[in-house]
Structure formats: structure tokens, C-alpha cells
């Protein structure tokens, strides 16, 4: 009973790496035979399976009636059901046609449901080998208990988070963890408590995968309790922010609803009180008021702008998941970016070669076998210095790894430093297969971690044997007595040798010695004893994993577009620091550690997020908190990830950025961006395309507030002075949709203006509608209003009949909307040129398309009869014309002084 309690209360704790081995042991009440068979059902019982709960996503009809969730749509299904009252079945079922096409839009982008909790399922391992009742048993990784004694093995998944207490020269690619893109050396002692998952050497995490060695380690967290179980839950509790512009458009409709509600009411009680209509004519008024006023082509016109948003990313490797994050782009204001992967290219390189009597840097890309050998910034040929020569040779003979070659990349098989030996070789002309044929192994002693050195024994057909051994330079050097100058060999320097390991690991590269001995021709066999002592130590192999250039030049575009990077990475402190430097971050020596931020409240947190832009040994929740000390400065925060560590952090994000190439598909699913070739210029260019997605958005609004504020004022100047309505609901209706699905939409495929990667990123306060843009639609607006009501007015002096009079009016309205569609085109520069005019062939067969439903609407006997139109003549036109050429005129007019202004302001 008492081992019993013992054991429930230490499965809640989360230090196994801090704990002697033999604690787990005597806690979980199990020893190194295994649990027996029947304990097992009772903790299967007492822990649940070993697998991690699912959350079910909402149905398919909560999905479309959240679609309808919307203050504008409201008023839209309230006006509809006004005119059920009222009889006039085609206004309401043009209003219900408009909701029900938004509201199916919204409900097929959101149709793709919440799918990274199945993703982190799959990366689960489906079988364990346990060892139960003294046996090694192959069973299902989910009946596995705390308390179970696992074994691993190369190649294997880790099944549930171990405490290790067998090693033998275990190795674990940790990346989607931490970060790191070489294998994770093992042991059984334990660590430092404060230490980060990189850094737990005596753990195996659930999902992990050995990739050379073996181990055997005791159960001490299954399911949701372990690692991936803990970012899971971290996945499920993070909201999903809403976006900018979600938020602009409630805070606008809203806004937009209550005004509405106001004019409306106060227009029904001005012509029911002063004029004294009926209450009948008056709500059917007051319906064409509201419907006037609601932009109801709006929703429609931006979620088209969005997805026209989407193909243009698509076509420069970005895949868009959600669609309203192709907007968000355009606000970030900071990118977290992780390292491994997204700034390098998680490939292992040969970066510089020390050697006794000089340095060598070697160019390239990571395990491409194109580069050259440089010493002093001059081209050298390594194959004529017989130390590099024999160095690479060694490099690549003392090896288990192999590259081949695809159409498009080269593929390790292997271990990554392996494969950044084996890089270098090729890059001076070495043939792999040709070396060991030519060097036969004749024996091997493999990379062990408590040896941190391997030995291979060849010979060369001509008598000769030798020995060659690589591994950690401190261990190479103990066991070297000479050093190798080209045509001779000299004491050992270690004074020299440890100068140049300080700075070759200031500068970030990961360090490996290489040395060799000659021996007998007859010797087939290697021991320790051959190599303890009386090696020739040849040089130091510094390598890197290598920043991506097209990465360089994309961190300098979003730098010059007012966007901050900053890099928060599972890596070391000094190898994110070199890496920041080669990236030309700002002050890439200042780095804060995971450790430094467990140490911040998160106001110390905000005010170091700020001015610092590398972060390593970063854990999820690291991640995550900087991501919500960011936003609470007010940015808008993207931050790019591959590994599962990053998915929390992701989710959270303004625009979360998965890698698609390389990614898990964690990453990808709590994403709402993919990049296909996951390269962090694409990053960029999705940026541009989001920000001249908003630039779009704000031109449709620009362009069809005025217009549904032109009809509206129309509509009250004919209650207050007591005539018939200009124009009737359905025909408003007519007019919007027409106009919203030709003209409005073709400012959707407007191109990026030419200073657009120049602005600084918009506040996220920033309201949609600027002051600017407010007194251009009131000013528009009262430009309609004079225009229709003016000639609506002269037409019914002129004794015209309603029908022909209110098809003047609508005539009117659309000749406006089409001249002002010119004005639109740019804000504020003018369309007095050849661009302005013919520059989006989209306004062009947009306008054509419009004139021919025009007179469809003016002569066709069905559309009389639908909308009550009449015919026009061709003075009709001309007065039509003649008036709405007028807006076009007044715009570039008032263009032109808020230009000379704002020149007369920049010389002051």
C-alpha cells in the first residue's frame, strides 16, 4: 500500500531527468525484469491507455448556422421578414438569396476541420517492446503502463516518455522537440533539474525516433502525461485569435448597424408623423433605407478578395489554410522564426578545417557536393595538401553514413555529421565508393557516448595499414602524441589546438577532431588498447547546419518593410547567435536563454521581447509565452515552425507559418499558412500579396460605401420632402449586387503598388475606416445623392412617369458607380493616365459587362416586369451621363489637393 501511494504520487512529477534511476525503480514499485503479468491490468486501470484524447470537432450544421452569426446579417433577416409582413415576396427573396450565398461562402472556407490532435496521434509509436515477467514481449504502445521496462532499439519509435537506465551508444533525433537537426546523444546519469528537453540526456521522449543504438529505460509518463501528451493539452487550451480584420469588420458593422437603426427609425417617424404617410408605405420605406445602406454585396466582395488573395500565395509557394489570415499577412508586424529548418537547412556542413599549420573554409550548401576550399578569401586545391587530404579521406572512411542523389536533392542515410564528412570529400573530387574500395574496413570500433570517439582499421593493397578515429576533440587530443605538418609529424601543440577550439565554437560551428595511426599490413582486428595512446592528430572539423541565402536576403526584405525577425530556437546559445549574425539580425549578441525567461514575470518578458531577437534552448512553452508577450505589446505576430514543439505556438499566432516540405503535420494543421517549398522568402512575398489584399479590401469599401450612402440619402431627401421613393428596395438590391459583382469585385485584381514593401506594417488598433476614407465616402455619397435625386427631381417636374423617373435615378446610380470606379483604382494618385484607365483589364470587362445588363434592365420586357424600369431616350442617357462624368471630375479634383498638401507639409 505504501509503495502503491508512493507510486501515484511521483507519476505526477515531471523530473525524471533530475532523478537517479534507481528512484524511478523503487517509486513505480517494478525492477529490471519488468512488471508481471498481473500487474499490469490493475495500473491499465488505475492510468488509462497510452494514447492521447481526442477532441470532437463541431458538426457540420454548428459550422453553417455560425455563418449567420453576424450583426449585418441580422439586419438583413430583419428587413426580409419586414417585407414577409408586408407581402412583397421578391424583395424578400432576393434579401434571403444574398444572406444564404454569404453565409454557404463562410461555411465552405471553415470547412476544413481542426485536424492536429489526429496529426500528433499518428506520430505516436503503434508497437513497443516491453519486458514483462523477465520476457521481451512485442505489444501495442498503448497498453503500455508506468512502470514498464521498454527497450529500444535503431529505427524504433519511442512508445511513452522513459527514464533510461541501460545505455549503449544510444543516439535520438529529438528535432520535433527540440529543435536540434543532429541526433541526441543518451545516457543513463542524471541532469541538472533546470534542464531543457535538448539538454535531459537520462530521457526518452514519446514519439522520438532512435536513429542508432540501444537502451533500455523504465515507463515514467504515458498519454497525456507525457511530453507530446503536454503539448497536445498546451493545443487544445490555446485560443485561436481573431483576426484584424474580422475585428475591424465587427467593430465597423456594429458601428455601421447602429447608425443604420437610427436614420431608419427617425426616417419612419418624420414621414408617418410630419408627412403623415401610411404605416405601410412607410415600412416598406424604411426596408429600402436599410437595405440602401447595407453594403450586402460587402461580405461577398471580401471573402472573393481573400481568395483571389489565396491563389496569388499559392502561386508563390504558400498555401493558405483559413482565409482570413491572407489579410493578417499584411498587418505582421514581427516574424518568430524558428531555426532549424526555416533559417537553415537542417543539413549538416563542413564550414572550416583547422590544421596545424592553417584554416581552411569550405563554401557550399549543406550536403550538395558542390563547393570550393578557400584559404585567406583565395580558391585552393585541397587535393595538394596532404593533410586535407588525408583529413576528408579519414572523414569519410570512419563512417556508417551514405548519400545518394535524386532528381532534386541529396538524401542522407545516416547521421548528419556523417553526411557533412562525407560532403566535404565530394566537394574536393573524392568518390565515396571509389575510397572504400581502394581502403578497405577491416574493422570498426562504433561511436559509443561514453567513448565519444569512433576508429575504423584500413588497408591499402600497397602493405600498408592505418587507423582512423574521429570523435570529440577534447577526448582525440588526450589520446594524441604528435601532430601531423604535411611532409612530417611534430609534437602536439595544446595550447594551439584548445585557441582554436575556443574560437571555432564562439563562432557557433559544432567541433569534431579527426586523427589516424599507422600499423602493422597484417593486423584485422582493432581493440581500445590499439588507440588509446600514440595517435597523429590531423585537424578539426568545424561544422554548421547552414543558413539558407535566399533566407538572408527574405529577413533583409521584411527588415526594410518595418517587419521585426526574431529567431526562437530549441538550439544553443552561441549557435543561434552565429546564426543570427550570418542572417544579419539586429544585435545578434544578445540572446536570452529558456532558462533566463523561466526567470522573467511576464511584463520583464514583454519589455525583453522587444529589444531582443534570438532566443535559444526555447521549450513550447517558451514559445508560446513569447508569441503572447509579443501580441500584448501589439503586434500582429507570425511565427514559422516545422517540429511539433512549435504547434502551440503556431496556433496561437496572429498567422501561424508550418513548413510543408519538411513539417510535421502537427505543424501544418495548427498552421494557417503551409509553405510548399519551405523557404522562408516565400514568407515575404506572401506578406506583399497580403498587404495589397488589404489595400484591395479597402478600395471595395472605399467604393461601395459611397454607393450604398448615395441610395440611402436618396431615399431620405424623398421621405423629407414628401415624394415618392426614387428608387424601390428590389431595385437597390438590383443595383448593389449588379455593381458589387462586376465593378466592386474587379478592384479584387488590382496589382501591388509600387511602394508597397516600403510602409511600415498598420497598427492593429487601426481602424478600418481612416478619417480619410470617411470624409471620401460622405463626400461621394453627397456627390450621388445631389446627382440622382437632382435628376429625379427634374424628371418628375417634367411630369415623367414614377417608372420612367426611378429608371433614371437607377441609370443614374450605375453611370456614378462606373466613373467612380476609376477614381478607385488609387487613393490618392491620380487616374489621369494610361495605367489608371487600362491597367486592371478586369475594371475594363467589368464596365462593358455592366452597360450590357444596364440596358437589359432599361428595355428588356422581363426585367420591366421584375423591376418596374421603363424605356429611356437619348436625352434620357445623356442627362445620365453628363451628370455622373462629374464625380469622376470632382474626385481627381479633391486627389489633387490632398496631394498638394501633403507636398506642402513634407518641405515643412
Same mark, same amino acid.
Given at each position: ?58 458538426? =457540420?450544421? #454548428? *459550422? &453553417? !448556422? ?10 438583413? +433577416?430583419?428587413?426580409?421578414? @419586414? ?76 512508445? =511513452?516518455? #522513459? *527514464? &533510461? !537506465? ?10 520535433? +522537440?527540440?529543435?536540434?537537426? @543532429? ?78 437603426? #437610427? ?646
Amino acid at each position: 500500500m505504501v509503495n502503491q501511494m508512493a507510486m501515484d504520487d511521483k507519476t505526477q512529477l515531471s523530473d525524471w531527468h533530475a532523478r537517479p534511476a534507481d528512484e524511478a525503480f523503487a517509486h513505480f514499485n517494478t525492477q529490471s525484469g519488468g512488471l508481471t503479468h498481473t500487474e499490469v491490468p490493475s495500473r491499465q486501470r488505475q492510468y488509462g491507455p497510452n494514447r492521447l484524447p481526442v477532441l470532437k470537432p463541431p458538426s =457540420a450544421w #454548428l *459550422r &453553417l !448556422f455560425r455563418q449567420f452569426h453576424n450583426v449585418l446579417i441580422y439586419v438583413l +433577416l430583419g428587413s426580409a421578414l @419586414v417585407t414577409i409582413f408586408l407581402a412583397h415576396w421578391l424583395d424578400t427573396g432576393v434579401i434571403l438569396g444574398v444572406v444564404l450565398i454569404n453565409a454557404l461562402i463562410g461555411f465552405i472556407q471553415e470547412g476544413k476541420a481542426e485536424k492536429a490532435l489526429d496529426a500528433i496521434q499518428l506520430l505516436l509509436s503503434q508497437h513497443a517492446n516491453v519486458r514483462r515477467d523477465g520476457h521481451i514481449l512485442s505489444i501495442a504502445a498503448e497498453e503500455l503502463v508506468p512502470g514498464d521496462i521498454v527497450m529500444l532499439q535503431s529505427g524504433d519509435k519511442v512508445p =511513452a516518455d #522513459l *527514464r &533510461l !537506465f541501460q545505455v549503449k551508444d544510444l543516439r535520438i533525433e529529438e528535432a520535433m +522537440l527540440t529543435g536540434e537537426s @543532429v541526433p541526441t546523444s543518451k545516457s543513463s546519469e542524471p541532469v541538472a533539474a533546470n534542464a531543457v528537453i535538448g539538454d535531459r540526456k537520462c530521457m526518452a521522449y514519446s514519439g522520438t525516433l532512435v536513429s542508432y543504438g540501444q537502451a533500455y529505460g523504465i515507463v515514467v509518463a504515458t498519454g497525456k502525461d507525457s511530453e507530446i501528451g503536454r503539448i497536445t493539452s498546451m493545443l487544445k487550451n490555446v485560443e485561436r485569435l481573431t483576426t484584424p480584420l474580422l475585428r475591424q469588420m465587427m467593430q465597423f458593422g456594429n458601428r455601421l448597424t447602429l447608425s443604420i437603426g #437610427l436614420v431608419t427609425l427617425f426616417t419612419f417617424c418624420f414621414g408617418v408623423l410630419v408627412h403623415h404617410f401610411k404605416v405601410t408605405e412607410m415600412f416598406l420605406a424604411a426596408v429600402g433605407l436599410a437595405v440602401a445602406a447595407i453594403p450586402e454585396g460587402l461580405p461577398a466582395i471580401m471573402t472573393i478578395t481573400l481568395a483571389i488573395g489565396v491563389q496569388g500565395m499559392a502561386r508563390r509557394n504558400a498555401i493558405i489554410r483559413r482565409l482570413p489570415a491572407v489579410e493578417t499577412l499584411g498587418s505582421v508586424s514581427v516574424i518568430c522564426t524558428d531555426k532549424t529548418g526555416t533559417l537553415t537547412r537542417n543539413e549538416m556542413m563542413v564550414q572550416q578545417i583547422v590544421t596545424a599549420t592553417r584554416q581552411i573554409d569550405i563554401t557550399g550548401s549543406g550536403y550538395d557536393f558542390h563547393g570550393e576550399f578557400l584559404q585567406g578569401g583565395q580558391a585552393i586545391d585541397p587535393t595538394q595538401d596532404d593533410i586535407l587530404v588525408q583529413m576528408l579521406r579519414g572523414g569519410a572512411l570512419c563512417n556508417e553514413a551514405h548519400l545518394t542523389i535524386t532528381a532534386d536533392e541529396h538524401k542522407l542515410h545516416g547521421d548528419p555529421t556523417e553526411g557533412a564528412l562525407l560532403s566535404a570529400a565530394s566537394k574536393a573530387g573524392m568518390n565515396t565508393e571509389t575510397l572504400h574500395e581502394s581502403f578497405p574496413r577491416m574493422d570498426v570500433i562504433p561511436f559509443e557516448s561514453q567513448h565519444r570517439y569512433m576508429a575504423s582499421l584500413h588497408h591499402d593493397h600497397h602493405g600498408n595499414g592505418f587507423i582512423y578515429v574521429k570523435g570529440a576533440p577534447e577526448k582525440i587530443l588526450a589520446m594524441s602524441r604528435a601532430q601531423h605538418r604535411g611532409d612530417k609529424e611534430s609534437a602536439l601543440e595544446p595550447g594551439y589546438w584548445e585557441t582554436q577550439m575556443r574560437r571555432m565554437a564562439q563562432s557557433g560551428l559544432r567541433l569534431l577532431a579527426i586523427a589516424y595511426k599507422p600499423v602493422s599490413a597484417d593486423q584485422n582486428i582493432l581493440t581500445f588498447a590499439d588507440i588509446d595512446k600514440d595517435l597523429v592528430l590531423l585537424g578539426i572539423f568545424g561544422m554548421i547546419d547552414p543558413p539558407r541565402e535566399d533566407a538572408m536576403r527574405a529577413v533583409a526584405s521584411c527588415q526594410r518593410a518595418g517587419i521585426e525577425v526574431k529567431m526562437i530556437t530549441g538550439d544553443h546559445t552561441v549557435t543561434a547567435s552565429a546564426i543570427g549574425h550570418t542572417m544579419g539580425f539586429r544585435h545578434p549578441e544578445r540572446v536570452l536563454s529558456g532558462e533566463e525567461i523561466d526567470q522573467l514575470s511576464d511584463e520583464a518578458l514583454q519589455n525583453a521581447a522587444e529589444d531582443i531577437h534570438i532566443f535559444a534552448r526555447t521549450s513550447p512553452e517558451h514559445k508560446l509565452r513569447l508569441v503572447k508577450a509579443l501580441q500584448a505589446n501589439d503586434h500582429i505576430v507570425a511565427m514559422t515552425g516545422d517540429g511539433v514543439n512549435d504547434a502551440p505556438a503556431l496556433k496561437r499566432a496572429d498567422v501561424g507559418i508550418a513548413m510543408g516540405h519538411k513539417g510535421t503535420e502537427v505543424a501544418k494543421e495548427s498552421a494557417e499558412m503551409v509553405l510548399t517549398d519551405d523557404n522562408f522568402t516565400s514568407i515575404a512575398a506572401a506578406v506583399e500579396e497580403g498587404r495589397t489584399v488589404y489595400d484591395n479590401l479597402k478600395k471595395s469599401i472605399i467604393y461601395i460605401l459611397p454607393t450604398s450612402g448615395g441610395e440611402a440619402l436618396t431615399i431620405m431627401a424623398a421621405v423629407l420632402f414628401g415624394m415618392s421613393l426614387p428608387i424601390s428596395p428590389v431595385q437597390i438590391l438590383w443595383v448593389n449586387m449588379v455593381t458589387a459583382v462586376t465593378l466592386a469585385l474587379s478592384l479584387a485584381f488590382e496589382p501591388a503598388e509600387p511602394d508597397i514593401m516600403q510602409r511600415k506594417p498598420r497598427a492593429s488598433h487601426e481602424p478600418l475606416l481612416s478619417r480619410f476614407l470617411v470624409w471620401r465616402v460622405i463626400f461621394v455619397s453627397l456627390v450621388v445623392l445631389a446627382g440622382t435625386f437632382g435628376l429625379f427631381w427634374d424628371a418628375q417636374v417634367s411630369g415623367y412617369a414614377l417608372a420612367r423617373s426611378q429608371t433614371i435615378a437607377v441609370n443614374t446610380l450605375v453611370m456614378f458607380e462606373i466613373f467612380y470606379l476609376f477614381n478607385s483604382r488609387y487613393l490618392l494618385q491620380p487616374a489621369f493616365t494610361r495605367a489608371g484607365f487600362f491597367g486592371n483589364r478586369y475594371a475594363l470587362y467589368a464596365t462593358g459587362g455592366l452597360l450590357v445588363l444596364q440596358l437589359l434592365y432599361t428595355y428588356l420586357p422581363v426585367m420591366q416586369a421584375l423591376f418596374g424600369s421603363s424605356q429611356l431616350a437619348a436625352l434620357d442617357w445623356l442627362k445620365v451621363i453628363g451628370v455622373a462624368m462629374m464625380i469622376f471630375l470632382l474626385v481627381e479634383f479633391e486627389k489633387s489637393l490632398i496631394r498638394a498638401r501633403q507636398r506642402r507639409a513634407d518641405r515643412a
